[in-house]
């Protein structure tokens, strides 16, 4: 394997640094180089990706990830992979990274290992472990063909600094951009980003009204937390934006401290919070899977609960 590189892409650069720490781990067992994809002007971050690891820059500048869509994006990807034949590609799996991905496997007639919460390199393949059937099973998994197609989850790798050799190249792709006629509709966004809080509360069906979300809003206040949801109060009731809601389809969170309130614990949400450090679970049912994941459980009313806390919460931060 010695000398196939590991390319990274993420159209968020802190994303991008984070897999970079990755590619230089596993390239350091090969001696092979790690490469990084800059869309739009790069000149401003060139730097920074040499400082975390990039021994190759390949800069394409007529694509914008502000501007441009995900076919046009991965198309891009697609011709810088095929003209410099890494052995990995590496791609953060944010909702336009997971579209990437499977593109761009497709592309280049290759396998796609989504979600992946560790790679290693074993002889001459490349092997992955990943969660499957709705996050309840840790599979492992081995390429056939190359490049390999990798997601990873966003912060599943802390970034570190490692100094590459940072060699710029200037690609020129060739990508369509077709006009279509399309309905769009407006999705309404907070704009937070959960899964850099360190305090998260998730609300689920166990809240009644959607008025009620102002008890809820006032607790998560009170603890310094970010709101969170599943899916059917984001996506089936509309309550709280999309980008609100944990889970498999969702946003992957992993803060210090998760209070699940009236959500019943479904696998689909679970696999969004489960790296989270400590749980507190808030139903009324005392079978409710949540409370298996919880290392705090608390069986009761939430418009009983949650008064109570607030209070508590005040009364500690008021002696402070």
């Not at 000149?43 to 800069?59: H, M, P, Q």
């Not at 990437?100 to 290992?113: E, I, N």
Request: overall charge neutral.
């Amino acid at each position: 394997m010695t000398g196939e590189g590991i390319l990274v892409f993420s159209e968020e650069d802190c994303l991008a640094f984070e897999l970079l720490t990755l590619a230089r781990q596993l390239s350091s067992q090969t001696g092979s180089w790690t490469g990084a994809i800059i869309l739009g002007d790069g000149s401003s971050r060139l730097a920074e990706f040499t400082e975390y690891g990039a021994d190759k820059i390949f800069v394409v500048s007529e694509v914008d990830p502000r501007k441009d869509g995900p076919d046009v994006i991965a198309e891009a990807v697609s011709q810088v992979a095929s003209n410099v034949s890494p052995k990995i590609v590496l791609i953060a799996a944010t909702k336009m990274g997971r579209e990437v991905a499977a593109y761009v496997a497709q592309s280049l007639r290759t396998g796609c290992a989504s979600e992946c919460l560790d790679i290693f390199l074993r002889d001459s393949q490349v092997e992955v472990t990943r969660l499957v059937m709705g996050g309840g099973f840790l599979a492992r998994q081995i390429f056939e063909n190359y490049p390999a197609v990798v997601t990873i989850p966003p912060h599943r790798f802390q970034a570190n600094p490692s100094k590459g050799e940072g060699s710029v190249e200037n690609v020129k792709v060739t990508v369509e951009r077709k006009m279509f006629k399309i309905e769009s509709r407006t999705v309404e966004k907070s704009g937070v980003r959960l899964e850099d809080a360190e305090i998260v509360v998730a609300v689920g069906r166990g809240l009644k009204r959607k008025d009620d979300l102002k008890l809820v809003e006032e607790f998560a206040k009170v603890l310094g937390a970010e709101l969170g949801c599943t899916r059917p109060v984001s996506g089936d009731l509309k309550w709280l934006p999309e980008d609100r809601h944990i889970g498999l389809s969702g946003k992957r969170v992993k803060p210090k401290l998760y209070v699940a309130v009236g959500v019943s614990g479904q696998i689909q949400h679970v696999v969004g919070m489960r790296d989270s450090k400590i749980v507190v679970c808030i139903n009324t049912d005392p079978n409710a899977p949540m409370h298996r994941e919880a290392d705090y459980s608390i069986v009761g009313d939430l418009y009983k609960v949650l008064p109570a806390l607030i209070n508590v919460v005040k009364g500690i931060k008021g002696k402070v």
